[in-house]
């Protein structure tokens, strides 16, 4: 706050008007439902303090995406004004969808339990009419698939004990993501740090970060999440221990949502929470640590943007990377939404506004020939897997699967 | 041989309006003259504040009472012109505590429902309020839009047959031997001069009455005193919060529409200088300071611009704050006092009181013209008013229909979607459509963007015109057929909204002056069209 | 992170500075707190238009001015390198620095100008215009943009007017939004086929005209679309710029950045500076919102954050400041002194910006920052608007800057 400026950080009255925001929101471009940033953001915001009639519910159709904060000259904090006034205003009840979908650890865990059960089941036809039909999840979403073995349990069978090893430790974050779906990407994690002479610790409690609670309306129980989940940063991060993820979006919602959304004090641990890509790029780029890539690895890669990446402001160290692989060719996709937003579109009703945006990406993906494309984030995964055919990875696993494990160890004892 | 009116009412502010209406209403032949626009002096340039009359309570009585009767009675007859908001009067460790009771006592005397509540109960009620306070008095206080409420007037005075010329200076006043019998009126748009007669003419004319009684040949001698006020850029609080102790400076913080507002500075003017009054930085920052005392977030607020306006008060002694002088209405019979039969002057008040001053006005009138009927003004309401509060707010997603329900009451049913362009927005921060732009140019008399701006809010919210203005003048010049004239009126609205924002243009402000004269000069050449008057 | 060059605004001035600097072989760095004045580009650069010879008027600057600084015989030097550098980036503009021509702003008023991007109406002469008659049409529905004041300026220039409207479904569609019919989004509109339908219908409503002027609302992401309609457009056809925001300037920042990017630059957007370490009269390092703990390493800096718009300068009740670095600002200290009453006069407070040593390295406490380039807006001594040099300014000195970097 600038007293002598009569401005505040925070206000919404740093707008200018310049409508820079409508331009790059995804949802203006394919839906003029959405009364577009600028109107739903600091001009609204003006007439919900004279009368909360104002608000409208409209504003669902935010992404949350902040790319209208990212272009903002001002600072205007637009994404984090329209997600405040959602849940400030909101008069509507959540859908048992919504809770469903919200749930991601729930859900996740029920499902990894029975994984071949959910996985086939979610794949029917008459499964997937009923989910259409009453739970309004449109029928052309694949869920993602729930691996049979969680990562935690896996951590702690195999790897746990191998951990004391070294004297070097990070937290690891691994989110609902790659704890049930996608394990693989964790265990890849696991192995890159242990590759580089870290030893990697979970967290002493962890839940689902709340992104999709924020986005689903329910603040009060991501505020609960968030509480759990930043008793267990700050013991790490007592411990001297940084907390490393593998999810863009993760990071973003423990760093900045929990402070602008729900309004939690995380200025102690925020600047120790970090994407492995950025820690382990530091490192390599302070001559600290060494990377010894396979001979062999040859791919034709692109990376995309998640949208909370490009909030984030690091797609830099993802990128920088993947670069490093010698047999990588490697391409830079235009950053821009791909329409997904998290469990916005497996909602029936935004299905085909969330195909619209992403279908430029798409395109520019096709036209590349690639052999995969590289992103932090995984419901982009799913997004772009389902619309373009093409296999996309996390930067962690693309490094893992290059990685030349043995002499890495070699060069970095 | 030009038709005779009844009466003639020269000044379109709130009194004269009420005045037209009052006369329209009892079945005088009326006219009123304006030589701007409506609600252009001081009407439009005060607090927009519905006193609850507890800020007169100790010092002066009687306007005081009159204070909470109008005020009632507005609250009845002018619904979508007011916010029924509540006020407090908060006493800081600065103040004196002791002075409370007095305050409560002298406001139930003036039957001023004033009922002290606890500090802690004051900030739950009103959380902006400055948390040091130590004491909290809760008044009937409000807001009240000062340009609706004269429009609503004009409105119900044609209804009732008057007729309503704007732009029509008077030039000078026609008499038969004593008797005055017409003014001669000057059309500033055909720039032609014309004799219009009337039984009676009526002085209506604010602080420019002086010069109209001098025209007729009397002497009212008026008193300017010059009342600075911020508005900031937006609704920092929804109680009013005033200080309680004896009125002074800067200490009173009104909610109003999309913004509040805070003031008053008070200080002496030369006559001559009330067409062009300036506001000082030092004034600024007096308005500031005190301000932050009553809600410290003001201090990060956005200013959106400063403006004066002048107290017309009758002179009664030589007083330099103008303060102590009461703000009681003055009604003059100049033939009982000046031998001039044929004219009135309605002077003194305030807005507060506006319908009351017609009241006594026509009152006059009526006895001079030999008619008996009593007014009904009180109890008959205005044009929009017939709105619940539930209608005027009422859910949707329509922002600009919402908006204009807000402005225009119950009359919004007029604001008619002819094609289906007409809901687009011209003003996006005030949420102003075109069909309201073209309800306010077809029945509202707005001829030119600021006219637009007195009867929609159009330019009057952040960005103060820089997105909207271009617009405006693209629906006026298809409405008066004439681009160029619309853009000269664009180069005149744009300057004009500079001279609000210059005097507190720094942090976002002054960001939003240079992006303004950025696309305004810098892209579109506006400059060219300035007619460097000044 | 280590770097050749650090360079902190990431738009007109900062980018080119950028794009000469990794053409020349630097690693840099551009951080940005957000998009660009270049979205309310007008269609043309100015180098200075007060008078028709854009040099004879920069010889009648103040000292102040950085023209005056660089000298006219390297203002024209550097001037001569604008059209290439943008040629080469698929960027084509009319006109040159010998004489100023002129193009006509959304209110049909006539400005001079030095360069204008291909697509936008230019013209030789202020008074005569080069058609007879003219057919100016508006996309229906679109508010920021008015057909009469064009038409009312070329019939009072003795042409012939014929005004129309365009419409589609297209249009209808954004239309249903009350507010997000802007230039932008009705230039995501016509793409693909849609231009080829739009094209028939324009040429449906040119009867009997020299040119078309619509105004400037397709090629947002590149020049394709624009390229295509004056294919197809049977008559000459030419853009009118509209109020923001400019689709050709946010097609222009798209493409400068992606440019900088594909050359190796590093373009780091929403992220601002929040220090920097000083040493010796150098600065060694930055840091960023973003980046909390790293620290940006460079040899050289250049300051291109713009004026009080993008925070460049910021002013507060009692003084103006630069918000980064707190270096020295030239500027009054009474802000009663600030402004004029006339809104169109010139207003002091547009000459405000950072205080440089002749050879633009911004001074801190009086004493120059060896290695701290000032470039664009957040100069001080100029007026942008008054001098017609705002344009002008940001690439030149940026050109400049680059160029004192590689000690050229």
Known sequence: MNKEQNTNAESFEQCLKCTVCTVYCPMVAVNPDYPGPKQAGPDGERYRLKNPVFYDDALDLCLNCKRCEVACPSNVKIGDIIQSARLKYSSKKPKLRDFILANTDIMGTMASTMAPVVNFTLGLKPVKAVMDGVLAVDHHRTFPKYAGQRFETWFKRYALKKQEEYTKKVSYFHGCYANYNNPKLAKDFVKIMNAIGYGVNLLEKEKCCGVALISNGFKNQAIKQANLNLGSIRKAVGRGEPILTTSSTCTFTMRDEYAHILELDNSDVRSSIALATKFIFELVDAGKVKLVFKDDYRKRIAYHTPCHMEKLGWAIYSTSLVKMIPGVDFNMLDSQCCGIAGTYGFKKEHYEDSQKIGESLFRQIRDLNLDMVATDCETCKWQIEMSTGVQVENPISIIADALDVEATQKANR | ?534 | ?408
């Open chain 2, 1 to 534: 041989m030009s038709k005779e009116y009844d009466v003639i009412i020269v000044g379109g502010g709130a009194t004269g309006a009420g005045t037209a209406r009052d006369c329209a209403m009892r079945g005088l032949k009326t006219l009123l003259l304006e030589r701007h626009d409506l609600s252009a002096g001081a009407t439009g340039r005060n607090h927009g504040l519905l006193h609850s009359g507890a800020r007169y309570a100790v010092t002066d009585q009687e306007s005081a009472e009159e204070c909470i009767r109008e005020n009632m009675i507005l609250r009845k007859v002018a619904r979508h012109c007011v916010e029924e908001t509540d006020g407090l009067f908060i006493t800081l460790p600065e103040d004196d505590l002791g002075f409370q009771s007095t305050f409560v006592d002298a406001c139930r005397r003036a039957g001023i429902n004033a009922e002290a509540i606890d500090p802690k109960e004051a900030i739950r009620l009103e959380p902006s309020v400055n948390k040091n306070l130590i004491g909290a008095v809760k008044v009937p206080d409000g807001a009240v839009d000062p340009f609706r409420l004269t429009m609503a007037n004009v409105l119900d005075a044609r209804l009732h047959g008057a007729e309503v010329l704007t732009y029509h200076e008077v030039t000078a006043v026609v008499k038969e031997g004593d008797r005055v019998v017409g003014v001669e009126v000057y059309d500033v748009h055909t720039k032609e001069k014309k004799t219009l007669r009337s039984r009676l003419v009526i002085n209506a004319g604010g602080i420019w009455g002086h010069h109209i009684a001098e025209l007729a040949g009397a002497t009212v001698n008026m008193f300017p005193a010059k009342g600075a006020l911020l508005i900031f850029g937006h609704r920092v609080n929804n109680l009013v919060i005033n200080r309680c102790r004896k009125p002074a400076d800067a200490d009173i913080l009104v909610p109003g529409d999309t913004i509040c507002l805070i003031g008053t500075t008070s200080s002496r003017l030369p006559y001559d200088q009330i067409d062009d009054m300036k506001v000082t930085a030092d004034e600024v920052d007096l308005l500031l300071r005190e301000g932050e005392k009553l809600a410290p977030e003001l201090a990060y607020t956005r200013i959106l611009r400063a403006y004066a306006g002048v107290r017309p008060l009758v002179a009664a002694d030589n007083d330099p704050s103008g303060r102590s002088i009461s703000r009681g209405i003055v009604c003059l019979d100049h033939e009982t006092r000046d031998g001039i039969p044929g004219f009135i002057t309605i002077t003194g008040g305030k807005l507060m009181t506006y319908r009351l001053m017609a009241e006594w006005a026509t009152d006059l009138a009526c006895k001079k013209l030999g008619v008996d009927k009593p007014c009904q003004t009180a109890d008959i309401p205005l044009p929009g008013s017939d709105i619940t509060e539930e209608d005027r707010y009422a859910s949707g997603s329509d922002l600009g229909g919402k908006a204009a329900r807000g402005r225009h009451g119950s009359r919004s049913v007029e604001i008619k979607h002819k094609d289906r362009y007409d809901e687009s927005l011209v003003c996006e921060c005030e949420g102003v459509s075109i069909a309201e732009v073209n309800y306010a140019i077809d029945t509202l008399d707005a001829k030119n963007i600021t006219n637009l701006r007195r009867r929609t809010r159009l330019g009057m919210g952040t960005c103060q015109g820089e997105l909207c203005a271009c617009r405006a003048a693209g629906l006026l010049s298809k409405a008066n057929g004439c681009a160029r004239k619309s853009v000269e009126d664009l180069a005149t609205f744009m300057n004009e909204r500079w001279k609000g924002m210059f005097p507190v243009s720094w942090g976002d402000t002054l960001s939003e002056a240079q992006f303004t004269s950025w696309i305004y000069e810098g892209v579109c050449g506006l400059d060219a069209f300035d007619k460097k008057e000044e």
């Open chain 3, 1 to 408: 992170m280590r770097f050749d060059t650090v360079i902190i605004g990431g738009g007109l001035s900062g980018l080119v500075a950028g794009i000469d600097l990794v053409r020349k072989g630097q690693k840099c760095l551009i951080v940005s707190s957000g998009q660009s004045a270049l979205h309310f580009f007008s269609g043309s650069f100015e180098l200075c238009n007060k008078e028709n010879d854009p040099m004879k008027a920069i010889a009648s600057l103040d000292a102040c001015h950085p023209y005056s600084k660089l000298g006219a015989e390297r203002v024209e030097a550097l001037a001569a390198r604008v059209k290439p550098f943008f040629a080469e980036l698929g960027l084509n503009f009319k006109g040159d620095a010998s004489a100023n021509h002129w193009r006509m702003t959304p209110l049909g008023v006539m400005k001079r100008a030095w360069l204008t991007l291909d697509e936008y109406a230019t013209f030789e002469s202020e008074t005569e215009m080069p058609w007879k008659k003219v057919s100016v049409l508006n996309i229906d529905g679109f508010l920021d943009f008015h057909t009469s004041y064009i038409a009312a300026a070329l019939e009072a220039k003795g042409v012939e007017v014929a005004v129309a409207s365009l419409s589609a479904p297209q249009f209808d569609k954004l239309r249903e939004s009350p507010t997000e019919m802007r230039s932008t989004n009705i230039s995501k509109t016509i793409i693909g086929e849609f231009v080829d339908a739009l094209a028939e219908q324009i040429n449906g409503k040119t009867d009997g005209s020299d040119a078309v002027l619509m105004p400037a609302v397709a090629g947002l992401t590149g020049t394709a679309e624009v390229e295509r309609l004056k294919e197809l457009v049977k008559v000459p056809f030419h853009f009118l710029p509209t109020l923001p925001p400019s689709t050709p300037g946010i097609r222009i920042q798209m493409m400068l950045k992606k440019y900088f990017q594909q050359q190796g630059g590093v373009y780091m957007l929403g992220d601002s500076v929040t220090e920097g370490r000083f040493e010796d009269g150098k600065l060694k390092s930055i840091k960023t919102l973003n980046n909390e703990d790293t620290e940006f390493e460079a040899d050289n800096f250049i300051l291109a954050t713009g004026s009080f718009f993008s925070k460049g300068i910021v002013a507060s009740q009692n003084g103006v400041a630069e918000p980064v670095f707190g270096l020295d600002v030239d500027a009054d200290s009474d802000r009663t002194n600030w402004y004029q009453r006339n809104m169109f006069d010139a207003q002091p407070y547009m000459t405000f910006g950072v205080a440089t040593d002749e050879e633009f390295r911004a001074k801190k406490d009086g004493r120059p920052v060896v290695n701290l380039y000032v470039v664009g807006s957040v100069l001080s001594g100029f007026n942008a608007i008054k001098d017609g040099c705002g344009a002008g300014v940001s690439i030149l000195t940026s050109l400049n800057a680059a160029d004192q970097i590689m000690n050229l």
